[in-house]
């Protein structure tokens, strides 16, 4: 089993950035994807970005070239490196780690974008 925590929410003005941290812990293995999701008031969960364990990125159309995930497997930590944002970016952030039939979520971090 592992767990999942996110850290690295907050309040930035238009164009700013953020960085977020998805902390893993427990039987880690090096073998997990890594996902993160964002959920706005009154809209759909929706995936943002996603890193394998070998590294491979991807990313939604809506923040690519803004958004950059990264993984230190010395830290067993993931991030979103969070650029230019806007209103639209505002939602709880949250974390998602995935191997075969196993996952964790992380409880989410909330950021707010202010124009």
């Known amino acids: 089993q592992v767990q999942v925590a996110e850290f690295g929410g907050g309040l930035v003005q238009a164009g700013g950035s953020l960085r977020l941290a998805c902390v893993t812990s427990?039987?880690?293995?090096?073998?997990?994807?890594h996902y993160w999701y964002r959920k706005a008031p009154g809209k759909q969960r929706e995936w943002v970005a996603s890193?394998?364990?070998?590294?491979?990125?991807n990313y939604a159309d809506v923040v690519k070239g803004r958004f950059t995930i990264l993984r230190d497997n010395v830290e067993n930590t993931v991030y979103l490196q969070m650029n230019s944002l806007n209103a639209g970016d505002t939602a709880v952030y949250s974390c998602?780690?995935?191997?075969?039939?196993?996952?964790?979520w992380g409880q989410g971090t909330q950021v707010t974008v202010s124009s």
């Open positions: 890193i394998t364990a070998g590294g491979i990125t």
């Open positions: 998602n780690a995935k191997w075969g039939p196993y996952e964790a």
């Open positions: 427990g039987d880690t293995n090096g073998l997990w994807t």
